[in-house]
């Protein structure tokens, strides 16, 4: 009879197994698989979903947890019951057939939000987000029925983060982006022109040159193309990327390869004895999301970084370069405007995105908005925060994929990634001569800093816990607020 431990560590591996089968699956139809074939994925998703759901909600699990814990445990024996417990309560809150449902509605929600969005129809598919900020609600009440619906999702994502937290950091930041976005507007600059042809073929050997460039392995990962960049991990041997590339313009495609290789480089320094538990992998989003915006805003938008990779730009691209100087590029790429779409924001107004979204869904998930007025109150929120009307749903409150998959709560993780990034990198120049590492393209320094601090730990140390080995102190949003004014001051040459 094999011991608790034994049955414990087997029980991951087939977890495992059955995430890198579903990941498969996840990525092919994102990428090569052919778009009429859904059916049939759908059925080998729901059928391994299942078995996945039940592994991790048998009855027996909870005295097989309790066995194992008599004896003596390694501190990482002893994080993995905790993280194992903790899924078996959370999944098993819920009844299996609600679960089912729910994905079930919400898969069908992401058809009908996509329909709506290329006919910009917000009717067809608020009945489907009714449905989801419902079942939502009442998910949280089976997680923590004291605790608000918002703050329960919050805590999904990012453990420990509140509502109260939430404010306090987004209040902070508007005290500084505000006036800070008023000034440069105030400006009316002129944005720098780049040529709008970009073949792709030479994009293709750019992002190759790129993912070199910041040190990744092309025998541990793989780049692919797809409508929207994603990144997917099977273990730390096997990481997959994916860009998308624009004739029109190429820095689209290049900092989206930057952003997903920030994700990639997370996965693929996981520490080796995490291999096939449930401890591999980025922490939380949040902190993923600090990895792939440290790379792309922090590294990849800087001047020294862009001087360095200038001579590689001009030997694929010899007439499009012609006369761009590695500032002209670095104004380019930092161009700050009030847009109305989220992912083509600068990083400025990027968290003003974020704050309407924020602001709204915590009022859907806590009862104070009803879902048919939320374009109404999307246009009022983006006309407060980023001045700008909107003309229509479509590039509106339709934008986003994230509510009709049924996140709640994952919207700021993207700012505090931000956050988390800009604390880092004061932290690194403290030691690490950044502006000569970048220039040279020597990330190995930066890689050994961040994988000593953060990456090797995978989800073993607490969010918290990372945080701190990072910063060497506490969270502090003024770093991020510090480097936004710093940059853009200077980029816009505004007086202090
Ligand atoms: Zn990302």
């Known amino acids: 009879m094999p011991t608790a431990l034994e049955q414990i560590s087997a029980l991951q591996h087939k977890l495992y197994a059955l ?42 699990l909870l005295a097989l947890f309790a066995e194992a814990r008599t004896g003596t445990l390694t501190q990482q024996q002893a994080a993995e019951l905790d993280e194992l417990e903790r899924q078996y309560n959370e999944t098993s809150r819920i009844p299996a057939d609600e679960y089912a449902a729910f994905s079930r509605l919400t898969s069908e929600a992401v058809t009908v939000w996509e329909q709506a969005k290329a006919t910009n129809d917000f009717a067809l598919f608020c009945p489907y987000l009714e449905k989801i900020v419902d079942t939502r609600r009442r998910f949280a009440a089976y997680f923590d029925p004291q605790k608000p619906a918002y703050d329960v999702w919050l805590n999904q994502f990012e453990k420990g983060l509140t509502t109260q937290r939430c404010n306090a950091f987004f209040d902070q930041l508007k005290e500084t982006i505000t006036p800070l976005v008023a000034q440069i507007v105030a400006k009316n600059a002129t944005p720098p022109t780049l040529a709008t042809q970009w073949p792709v073929a030479e994009q293709r050997q750019l992002s190759a040159y790129l993912m070199n460039r910041l040190g990744i392995d092309s025998g541990h990962c793989m780049i692919g193309e797809s409508e929207h960049p994603f990144t997917a991990e099977f273990y730390k041997g096997d990481v997959r990327i994916t860009t998308h590339y624009h004739e029109a313009d190429f820095l689209s495609s290049m900092f989206s390869v930057i952003h997903e290789s920030g ?27 600090s990895q792939s915006r440290l790379f792309e805003n922090c590294f990849g938008r800087s001047l020294p970084f862009l001087q360095g990779i200038l001579p590689e730009i001009q030997r694929l691209f010899p007439s499009q370069m012609e006369g761009v100087s590695a500032e002209d590029l670095y104004r380019a790429a930092n161009v700050c405007q009030p847009s109305l779409i989220r992912t083509e924001a600068d990083e400025v107004t990027y968290c003003l995105h974020i704050m309407v979204r924020y602001q709204l869904e915590k009022q859907l998930m806590n009862g104070e908005l009803a879902v048919r007025d939320l374009p109404a109150a999307w246009n009022a929120q983006m006309q407060e925060y980023l001045g700008i009307s909107v003309p229509n749903d479509s590039v509106g409150v339709l934008q986003d994929i994230h509510w009709a998959g049924g996140d709640f709560g994952y919207f700021p993780s993207y700012a505090l990634g931000s956050a988390y990034a800009a604390q880092m990198v004061a932290k690194m120049g403290e030691t690490l001569d950044l502006d000569a590492l970048l220039l040279q393209g020597d990330f190995a320094p930066i890689r050994e800093w961040l994988s000593e601090r953060i990456w090797k730990y995978g989800k073993m140390l607490a969010p918290d816990a990372l945080l701190h080995n990072a910063f060497e102190g506490e969270f502090d949003p003024k770093f991020y607020t510090d480097y936004l004014t710093k940059k853009y001051s200077e980029l816009y040459d505004l007086k202090a």
């Open 19 to 60: 995430q890198y089968a579903l990941n498969c699956i996840e990525l092919d139809s994102s990428t090569v698989a052919p778009k009429k074939g859904y059916t049939g994925r759908g059925q080998a998703l729901e059928e391994l979903s299942r078995s996945h759901h039940a592994l991790l909600t048998d009855s027996g």
């Open 263 to 289: 994700h990639a480089l997370y996965e693929l320094h996981t520490g080796d004895t995490l291999q096939y538990t449930c401890l591999a992998g980025g922490a939380t989003m949040g902190l993923h999301e």
